[in-house]
């Protein structure tokens, strides 16, 4: 953690792949944390696993944003395919350092899938395909011709007609590689289709949209709590009083204090409900086929709360942090901007307003989230 912290700033002004960050987590052995031991992994539950998400948050959110967004790519192929299928996926993964990126994108629809005699075709493109360059496999998608259904397979990223663009450059998550993916006439193979259960088509399969929530709940509480340890770093170390607070130091000034205590609160309640969205998770993967749509339905909920509590809460932490530093907090060459940039970035994903629109039909009607790619 400390290693990416040290050249997060740097690597924030440069974008671009973060290619020996990539290959420190392929020799960590961290890519198989979320695999059973069975297969070769560490057996690590999702709360484990959204720990680390968190802690590299804390460090570098695009190492993060990649990091999470792997293990919930392995999610998927566990949770839409037969067990002959997302086994030796998982044991590859394990035995051969695999990083899994990101084309699957369900709001993309120019990719198109044709069926060939035993095989079918995918060409288009997809956008927003985070950790998609330097990695092994994609999970990506594709309408297919003439019905509209949508197919997901698991692909190699380097096979023929596989192209990966180096055209993510924006804001914040520089280094996430979110950019674009084209497909020219690619060949896949029956058995790299996620057919069986398939996608969203049983309770289980559709925990697959909130381990992605949960995912970038944990990348944004990261963030704030990386934005509050800057501030009371520049606070405590940095800062001058303003001349009209009459103290002697910046910390010592009540209203730098009351805005501390109400960073504080925000970044608590967020923790807690991080940690109780991810046990219910746990406890839903846990039942397997046998989980019910109720069963689901409490874990969304759960899930939604988290996320928009962490959204409000960053949110606000990232641009009232400079209201505790002071002016000089805000040189070029601290890019403390980042934390902001980067979470306002991926807040974007999906609007927080239809979360909220969401726990309210719950709290108001008691009715459950409706499973999409985003619910």
């Not at 740097?10 to 059973?36: M, N, Q, V, Y």
């Not at 985070?130 to 003439?146: R, Y």
């Not at 969203?200 to 340890?229: H, M």
């Amino acid at each position: 953690m400390e290693r990416f912290a040290a050249t997060a700033v740097e690597r924030d002004e440069r974008g671009g792949t973060p290619k020996a960050e990539r290959d420190a987590l392929r020799a960590s052995g961290l890519l198989a944390l979320s695999i059973p031991r069975e297969f070769g992994g560490g057996g690590a539950d999702w709360r484990e696993t959204l720990d680390v998400v968190r802690l590299l948050a804390g460090a570098d959110s695009s190492i993060a944003h990649v990091f999470g967004f792997h293990h919930l790519m392995l999610a998927t192929v566990r949770l839409f395919a037969r067990p002959a299928q997302w086994q030796p996926w998982f044991e590859q993964t394990a035995r051969r350092r695999w990083f899994w990126g990101n084309a699957l994108n369900p709001l993309d629809d120019r990719t198109v899938c044709s069926a060939q005699t035993g095989w079918r075709e995918f060409s288009g493109q997809k956008s927003f395909c985070s950790g998609a360059l330097d990695s092994e496999m994609l999970v990506a998608s594709a309408h297919e011709e003439g019905s509209g259904a949508f197919i997901v397979a698991a692909l190699p990223t380097g096979r023929t007609g596989i192209s990966v663009a180096p055209d993510w450059n924006n804001i914040g998550q520089r280094q996430t590689d979110s950019g674009s993916v084209t497909f020219e006439k690619v060949r896949v193979e029956q058995h790299e289709v996620l057919a069986d259960p398939g996608p969203l088509s049983t309770p289980f399969a559709c925990l697959r949209p909130l381990v992605s929530q949960l995912v970038l709940t944990n990348v944004y509480l990261g963030i704030a709590e990386a934005a509050f340890n800057d501030a009371r770093h520049y606070t405590l170390n940095e800062s001058r009083p303003w001349h009209a607070a009459k103290v002697a130091h910046m910390h010592d000034d009540p209203y730098v204090l009351s805005r501390y205590g109400e960073f504080w609160v925000g970044l608590e309640g967020v923790r807690v409900l991080a940690d109780r969205a991810a046990d219910r998770l746990d406890a839903a993967w846990h039942r397997g086929s046998a989980l019910k749509e109720e069963e689901r339905g409490e874990v969304a909920v759960a899930v939604a709360t988290a996320k928009v509590a962490a959204t409000d809460t960053g949110l606000d932490i990232c641009t009232r942090m400079f209201d505790v530093a002071g002016a000089r907090a805000t040189h070029g060459g601290l890019r403390l901007d980042r934390h902001w940039r980067n979470l306002r970035t991926q807040t974007l994903h999906d609007p927080v307003a239809y979360k909220v629109r969401e726990l309210g039909e719950w709290a108001l009607k008691q009715q459950y989230p409706v499973p999409t790619f985003y619910s």
